[in-house]
């Protein structure tokens, strides 16, 4: 039996760009151009002059840092996880894959105000919190639990099906020729996934950045000590500081931007990779 190929008309094909097109000029470039004229609209001293502030300062050393903690943390777990998932059979090989998505079935909000309920003042834990005089939410590592929490599914689910598609066999080829499990492990599983991880780092690291739902809740909008990037454009913008809530949010912007280019080189790099082994 001969298959046809079914391709739709030239009118067709021009519509459907055109609406894609129309989408994101309106969904995406305009509120960006938005973002960057606003920020820009007291000038370059006027931009500066707004990021320069001690409390600006403050949320973007702060936002730093907790992607630099929860990202780490992540990969720890993602390459680890994956590992297991994909290496061996063992009993809740399932339910652990149902857990990697959870952050993404449930509401930032609802996630943050679980850590509320576990090591807040009249949470499970904090009785003891105060008495040892340890302080999690309102502060750093509240706001670092909450991040790796949104953030730990990207690495894992980039990683998971990569390495299943490869197989086993390049490990226990290295093994049967007497590699051990850390030699194995460095010389062959993770060149064979470093595109792929650096994928879902870069992914990692960009929701890290941006997240406000769940930081939100655990942070106490202290100003100079626990607001992020995107706690401050929202401070600044409710205060009608449009120029310096503005020039917040464009380097958040600027971060995305450059994600995305970053993104498509590691898509490009790792299609190329993916073609050269088959």
């Not at 309106?26 to 509120?31: I, R, Y």
């Not at 590699?179 to 792929?196: D, E, K, M, S």
């Not at 960009?206 to 769940?214: I, K, L, V």
């Not at 995107?230 to 503005?246: K, M, Q, R, S, T």
Request: with cysteine; net charge negative; proline share 4%.
């Amino acid at each position: 039996m001969k298959l046809r190929t079914v391709t739709e008309g030239k009118g067709t094909q021009i519509v459907l760009i055109a609406i894609a097109l129309a989408f994101l000029a309106f969904f995406v470039l305009l509120p960006l151009i938005s973002v960057f004229s606003e920020a820009l609209k007291a000038g370059i001293g006027g931009f500066v002059a707004a990021i320069e502030t001690p409390d600006a300062l403050s949320a973007i050393k702060l936002t730093l840092l907790i992607a630099a903690i929860s990202v780490p943390l992540n990969v720890v777990f993602g390459i680890a996880a994956s590992w297991a998932i994909t290496k061996y059979s063992f009993p809740g090989k399932s339910l652990l894959i149902t857990l990697i998505d959870l952050p993404f079935s449930v509401s930032p909000v609802v996630s943050g105000l679980i850590f509320v309920l576990l090591f807040g003042a009249n949470g499970l834990f904090g009785g003891w919190l105060a008495a040892h005089d340890l302080k999690i939410i309102f502060a750093v590592p509240g706001i670092v639990l909450a991040t790796v929490f949104i953030t730990f599914p990207f690495v894992a689910r980039e990683l998971i099906p990569l390495m299943m598609e490869q197989g086993k066999d390049d490990e226990e080829a290295a093994l049967s020729l007497g590699a051990n499990g850390w030699q194995t492990f460095w010389h062959v599983t993770l060149p064979n996934i470093r595109w792929g991880l650096l994928y879902g780092v870069l992914l990692c690291n960009a929701r890290a950045m941006g997240e406000f739902g769940a930081v939100s809740v655990v942070s106490g909008h202290i100003r100079g000590e626990t607001n992020t990037m995107p706690l401050h454009v929202e401070i600044l913008y409710n205060e009608y500081d449009f120029v310096g809530a503005f020039a917040v949010a464009s380097l958040l912007a600027g971060l995305a931007l450059v994600t995305l280019v970053a993104k498509s080189v590691l898509e490009w790099r790792f299609d190329l990779h993916s073609g050269a082994r088959h």
